[in-house]
C-alpha cells in the first residue's frame, strides 16, 4: 500500500529486513562472517557474535528513521508562530519512537559487543564489567545509549520548532559521537586516522540525511517545494558521500599503491570487493537520483505522485542494501 502513512510504516521494516539479508550475504562472502573459537575455546557464541552487526543494523535503521522525522519537521513540516502543526507533532512522535528503538538496540550492540571483544560467554559478562568499560566501542555505544535516551525524550514532548531544533541538534550528537569515541586518544595522534574519521563523520551524516529525507518525504509530505527541497539537499549529499567515500576507500585499501594498487585490491580483497559492490550501488543511486530529477519531478508538478512514489521506494531498498554492505564492510578485515 502506497497511500497515506500505512506506506511509510511498511516501508522501514522492509529496509532494515532488506539491510540484514544483504549483510548477512556480505559477511559470508567477504570473509568478515563470525567464526568458532579456535582450540575449543568457549567464547561468547555464535548467536552473539551474529547479534553484534544485527543489532548495528537495527540502531542505523532506527537512527535514520529518526534523523528524517526531525528533518521534516524542521525543514519540510511548516510550523505557525513557531508552534509545530499536526503532522509534525506526529512526526516528533514516530521520532521519539525510533530513538527508543536506537536506544534499546544500542544497549544490546554494547553487551554483545563487549562479550565478544572479551571472548566469554554472555552469562559471564557482569564478572568482566571493569574491562568490558575499558573498551572502546563499548564506551561508544555507551555514549549512543546516553544521547538517544535523551533524545527520545525531548522528542516526545516536542511541541515547538525550537524543541524540534534541540532534536536535531541531539541527533547530530548522537550520530557523530560513538564515532569520534570509537577511537582511542593515541589513535587520534595518527593524522591518517583523524582524516579517516573526520571523513567517516561527514560520510554517515550525509548518508542519515539522503535517505532519512527520502523516507520523511515518503511518508509526511510530498509536495512539490518539499519534493525539489529535497532534491537539491540529495545532490549536495550524494556528491559528499563520494568524495568522502573515496578518501576512506584509499585510507583504508592504503592508497599509497595508488590507482591501479586500489583497483585491484577491489578484486583481490573481500573488503575491496565490498567497497567495490558498494561503489556500484552508490553508482545505482546516483543514477535513481537523475532519472528522478529528469522524469518524475515533472510529472510531481503536474499532479501525480505516483511515479515518485515508486521512485521513491526503489531508491530506499536500494539505499538499505547500501546500509548493509556498510555494516559488513566495518566488519570484515
Known amino acids: ?124 559478562l557482569a564478572e568482566h564489567a571493569g574491562p568490558a568499560g575499558q573498551i572502546s566501542q563499548v564506551r561508544a555505544l555507551a555514549v549512543a545509549v546516553v544521547l538517544t535516551a535523551v533524545l527520545a525524550v525531548v522528542l516526545s514532548g516536542a511541541k515547538t520548532l525550537g524543541a524540534a531544533l534541540v532534536a536535531a541538534l541531539l541527533t547530530i550528537a548522537a550520530v557523530v559521537g560513538p564515532l569520534l569515541t570509537g577511537h582511542s586518544a593515541a589513535e587520534r595522534t595518527n593524522l591518517l586516522t583523524v582524516l579517516a574519521t573526520l571523513s567517516l563523520v ?35 549529499c550524494a556528491v559528499t558521500m563520494g568524495l568522502t567515500g573515496l578518501v576512506t576507500a584509499e585510507i583504508h585499501l592504503d592508497g599509497r599503491q595508488g590507482g591501479w594498487g586500489l583497483i585491484t585490491q577491489w578484486v583481490t580483497s573481500g573488503y575491496g570487493a565490498l567497497v567495490f559492490a558498494k561503489t556500484v550501488a552508490f553508482a545505482t543511486l546516483v543514477t535513481v537520483g537523475w532519472w528522478h530529477r529528469r522524469t518524475t519531478l515533472p510529472e510531481l508538478a503536474t499532479g501525480n505522485p505516483a511515479a515518485f512514489r515508486r521512485l521513491a521506494a526503489v531508491e530506499l531498498m536500494i539505499m538499505a542494501g547500501t546500509i548493509g554492505l556498510a555494516v559488513a564492510l566495518s566488519r570484515t578485515p
Open 202 to 236: 561527514v560520510h554517515v551524516l550525509a548518508a542519515t540525511v539522503w535517505v532519512g529525507g527520502l523516507l520523511a518525504v515518503l511518508r509526511y509530505t510530498r509536495s512539490r517545494e518539499a519534493v525539489e527541497l529535497f532534491s537539491t539537499l540529495a545532490l549536495g
Open 1 to 124: 500500500m502506497m497511500n497515506g502513512r500505512p506506506a511509510g510504516r511498511l516501508t522501514v521494516p522492509g529496509m532494515v529486513a532488506a539491510g540484514i539479508v544483504v549483510m548477512v550475504v556480505a559477511l559470508l562472502a567477504a570473509g568478515g562472517a563470525p567464526q568458532k573459537p579456535a582450540g575449543g575455546l568457549l567464547g561468547a557464541g555464535l548467536g552473539v557474535s551474529w547479534a553484534v552487526p544485527v543489532l548495528r543494523i537495527l540502531a542505523d535503521g532506527a537512527a535514520v528513521a529518526t534523523g528524517g522525522a526531525v528533518l521534516a519537521v524542521v525543514l519540510f513540516l511548516p510550523a505557525n508562530d513557531g508552534k509545530l502543526g499536526g503532522k509534525a507533532i506526529q512526526a516528533c512522535q514516530d521520532a521519539a519512537i525510533a530513538a527508543g528503538v536506537w536506544a534499546v538496540a544500542s544497549i544490546g550492540g554494547l553487551i554483545a559487543t563487549a562479550t565478544v571483544i572479551l571472548g566469554i560467554p554472555l552469562s559471564h
